[in-house]
């Protein structure tokens, strides 16, 4: 018997890196997931992949894509009980906010900020009518500590999420569903590995704040939000759920 037999999953950003480990995962634990993402190939591949998945093309800025989205998963599974809201950028351009342009900004907080808004205004009803479910908003341990090779809006945007997201919970706790931020560290994928190896001694400098030594697998922070998805965490509701390997309560790491 699987951890989530029965329920029907909506991830964003399930094309690539921690999106589609949690789809391969959510889908061996017995969960039927609509895999959405703006990159048709590499989605409809990890689609094909899962044990019982389909790919939607989404742009989580786009209003109207978004309850395309949730309408075309309604209408194939018969409802949703999980909204992982993991869809993200974190673009070379936003740095410092002394160099980091208006453009770029925005950029920024219209994926990682507007696209979690988005998700949880027209997803959260679809879960409402199913009496409850589990949201899981993707923050980061960035919108508790700070660095100073900033992203300046990256970094804001999490806050914001964060911020969300136990809005969320207190409100919507007594009609049967939680909202819980997923709190990650540095993990390697592709994306931040080409942004690290960009800049010699990018990668040394961040790994000896790590109390492990090492950054993330991917699939570790999978089974982070496989817990908050499942009934396992029914009492975990408005959570700050660090998944960082004692990152963010790292003072003095051991040599």
């Not at 990159?39 to 309850?67: C, I, L, N």
């Not at 908050?228 to 959570?239: F, I, K, P, R």
Request: hydrophobic share 40%.
């Amino acid at each position: 018997m699987g951890r989530l037999d029965g329920k029907v999953a909506v991830i964003t950003g399930a094309a690539g890196g921690i999106g589609r480990e949690a789809t391969l995962l959510f889908s061996d634990e017995g969960a039927r997931v609509c895999v959405a993402d703006v990159a048709d190939e590499h989605g409809e591949q990890t689609a094909s992949e899962a044990r019982e998945a389909f790919f939607q093309k989404v742009d989580v800025t786009d209003p109207k894509s978004v309850e395309e989205m949730y309408r075309a998963t309604a209408e194939r599974y018969g409802g949703i009980d999980i909204l992982y809201n993991n869809a993200g950028i974190m673009p070379a351009d936003d740095a410092s906010i002394l160099e980091t342009e208006v453009d770029a900004w925005d950029r920024v907080q219209d994926v990682n900020t507007k696209g979690v808004y988005l998700c949880c205004k027209h997803g959260i009803p679809y879960l409402l009518e199913r009496g409850g479910g589990s949201v899981i908003n993707v923050a980061s341990f960035v919108a508790l500590a700070g660095a100073a090779t900033s992203q300046i809006s990256y970094t804001a945007s999490k806050g914001a999420v964060l911020s969300m997201s136990r809005e969320l919970a207190v409100e919507f706790a007594r009609r049967g569903v939680r909202v819980n931020a997923l709190c990650p560290g540095p993990v390697e994928t592709p994306l931040l590995m080409r942004l690290l190896n960009e800049t010699p001694g990018a990668l040394e400098r961040r790994l000896v704040h790590i109390p492990t030594g090492r950054l993330a697998q991917a699939k570790e922070i999978a089974y982070g939000a496989l817990f908050l998805a499942s009934d396992e965490s029914s009492y975990v509701n408005g959570a700050t759920f660090l998944v960082d390997g004692g990152l963010t309560a790292a003072y003095v790491t051991a040599e």
